[in-house]
Every structure is written in C-alpha cells, then in structure tokens.
C-alpha cells in the first residue's frame, strides 16, 4: 500500500453531518477532501439497497479515505437517529492515511482476515488502527489478534462489529464501496497523530465467582462442573433487584482472564434448555473466572461517565478539531429502551459540544482495557477519540 505525501494540505478540520430521507442532508458538503480526509459513515440497513446518498458522499469526497458500516441506530452530535446516515469527517495536515479491507465469510476466516489487514497496515510510523468488521461472520477476538501479529503492541487499535436489524442485514463501507463480510480499517500514521480510547462499563456483579470448566469457543458448557445454565439460573433468580430472568440482556457475563487485571463483558445470545450449554456474543477460554452482572437504565448511563474518565486519564480533551467516534453494545439498547437517546446525549455534554461526535450500536466493541492488548467486548460504551496536536 502506499502513503500519500501531506504537501499542500490546509490546517487539520472536523466536521459532521446525517441524512434523512424525509429531510435530505443536513447541511452542504464541507471542502475538506483530501488525500489526508477520512470519513467515517454509519449508516441504517436499508441504504445497502438505496445507496444513492452513499454515492454522493463517494461524489463529495474523491480523493479521501471513506469507511463505515450498518448500525439499526447511528448518533450525531449527540442525537440518536434512526433510518439515517451519520457522517463524521476529519481532515489532517500532517498525518497520513492508509486504508485496508479484507474479505470475512466465517469465523474461521477471522484470523487470516487480521493477519491480511496487518500487512497491509505495517509501517514504522503507525500509531492507531481503526477498525469495522461485519458482524454476522467475524469471530472478532481472532481477528484482533490477527490484526496484532505484525503491529507494535503500542499501536492504538478500536473500533466495532456492524450491526443491523437482523443479523441478516449488515454491510460495511470499505473505501467508498458497499460490501458484504468484509472488515475494513484505516491506519494513522505520523508523529502527531493521536487515536485514543477508553471504555465504560455500567454493570453490578451478583452471585459467586465460577470456574468456566467446559468451553469450546463460544460455547460455555459447564460452570464449576455443572451444566452452565443451571449455575446461571440461580445467580439471576438470587437477584432481589430483579427476580428471575427478564431477558438475558440484563444479565451478561464478566470473563477474568487468567494473569491479566481484565475483565471481558460477553453477553448471552442463546441458552439450549436440555444440555444447559450457553452460547455467548464472544469467545471465552477454558478456566477463566466467570460471574453474573446486572444493572440497571440509570446504572448503565454511569458506564458513559466511566469511559469519558478513563479518556480523561490519557489525555487532555480537547475543545475542538477533533473527532469521536462512540461505539455502543446493541445490547445496550435493549436495556436502556426510552432512554437510549440519553446515552447520546452523555457523550456529546462530557466530551464537550467544541468535539465532534458520531456513533453506532455494534454487535461487539473492539478497545484496549485498562491494561493489556485491545480485546472484544460486549455490553460496554467505547469511545475513540481522534486528533493531531
């Protein structure tokens, strides 16, 4: 892949804008393309099959580098929207991009997936990847750590898994063109360039620790010897706040892995009745810790306040000229209800209304933890933020 000199580019500049179908978009195309510009969409399921306002983005910005993907919902500034596209835009003067994409039709293609993209990625002067994937093939962790194998362990990576109404109805935007299980990333590269993230949390533990004793993948056969639903089961029913399962959206679970201060949220997609066996939104190794999480609408709007802090904690926030860029769990959704709008707005008031925001709700989040390398995470917020200083 090559890079592309920065000579002639006008001072860094962000912008954001949507489109409705009723309203049209929001405002006039900004002059920023540049071979320096990266655009970011995200945009509903439908417009895979009326793409006419993808194509005037692609019209409107020739020379940059454009990604993107589904999302049922997709923020703007603060503003949930639904059947709309969200478009966040951030010039650079003294960074350069590189775009990469690579086909994913299994899980078992996630790795390979990675291992491509990072080839395609490796530069000596490359400080953060961001990074979509389809969400209804990639096994997300694989392909991370494919994505890891040839990158610097300090190099930033975050992103998300597209989501749509149906697992069914996911696409991405990989440079300006409308795929189908592909994954899609753009690499910063630069000594001013910065990609920072963090993630929140909003979840209570309840019950007792377990011991994950039988897994196969996504799998989670067994708990402390015992069919996984059944230990499962009593840790719900033994919470006073809620009684019995209301749905298990309200009830993931937190992964420690073994030799690392980590926690890892996965949510539980699928229970089968007679073996007990769980199926979970992401993978989860043999003999990790395991135990049940709950929360509530105004607990998990507290999981915002958490990641904005933890931004805090890296770097200074900027008042301006900068983008972020908010992935949110679809499970999230599911328990937030009316007030999902609130979690936009949030984000928008703790990262100051100067910063530029758009966002999505994606079937996984990908971000580094507090410690060790960037991992899949369900039921969290992730917020990336991206600037030159």
């Known amino acids: 892949m090559r890079t ?37 969409v995200f945009a509903a399921h439908e417009y895979r099959d009326s793409p006419e306002p993808l194509v005037d983005i692609c019209h409107a910005f020739p020379q940059s580098k454009i990604i993107g993907c589904s999302t049922p919902v997709s923020v703007c500034d603060g503003v949930l929207l639904e059947g709309t596209i969200s478009v966040g835009i951030i010039r650079f003067q003294h960074t350069q991009l590189r775009i990469a994409y690579a086909p994913v039709k299994s899980f078992q293609e996630s790795r390979a997936a990675g291992q491509y993209l990072s080839k395609q990625l490796t530069d000596a002067e490359l400080k953060g990847v961001l990074i ?14 494919g994505l890891q194998e040839l990158l610097p362990p300090d190099v930033t990576i975050a992103g998300g898994l597209a989501s749509g109404h149906s697992l069914d109805d996911t696409w991405m935007l990989c440079d300006g063109e409308l795929k189908q ?39 989670l056969f067994e708990l402390d010897g015992e069919p996984a639903n059944d230990v499962y089961q009593r840790q719900v029913g033994s919470d006073l706040g809620f009684g019995l399962r209301e749905s298990s959206a309200r009830y993931p679970l937190t992964v420690r892995l073994p030799g690392l201060e980590m926690q890892i949220v996965r949510d539980v997609n699928s229970i089968d009745d007679e073996s007990g066996a769980m199926e979970l939104a992401g993978d989860i190794p043999e003999g990790v810790a395991v135990q049940v999480m709950t929360t509530t609408e105004d607990e998990i709007l507290d999981g915002v306040d958490e990641a904005i802090e933890r931004l805090r904690s890296k770097t200074i926030l900027p008042q301006n000229n900068a983008l972020a860029i908010y992935v ?23 990262l100051g209304h100067g910063i530029h925001q758009i966002g999505m709700y994606a079937f996984s989040e990908i971000s580094t933890t507090s410690s060790g390398p960037p991992h899949v995470h369900n039921e969290t917020i992730t917020i990336g933020l991206i600037r030159e200083y």
Not at 132 to 143: I, M, P, Q, R
């Open 4 to 40: 592309i000199s920065n000579v002639g580019i006008e001072e860094q500049a962000t912008e954001t804008l949507s489109y409705g179908l009723d309203t049209g978009w929001s405002k006039p195309f900004p002059d920023l393309d540049s071979e320096n510009t990266l655009v970011v």
């Open 328 to 350: 949110s769990c679809a499970g999230r959704r599911a328990v937030l209800l009316g007030k999902t709008a609130e979690e936009a707005a949030l984000t928008h008031d703790g």
């Open 132 to 145: 979509f994937s389809d969400g209804v093939t990639t096994e997300a962790t694989e392909l991370v750590q």
């Open 181 to 219: 299980f592909y994954a899609c990333a753009v690499g910063f590269m630069g000594n001013r360039v910065e990609l920072t993230r963090a993630t929140g949390g909003g979840w209570r533990l309840i019950g007792a620790e377990c011991k994950a004793t039988r897994t196969v993948g996504r799998t």
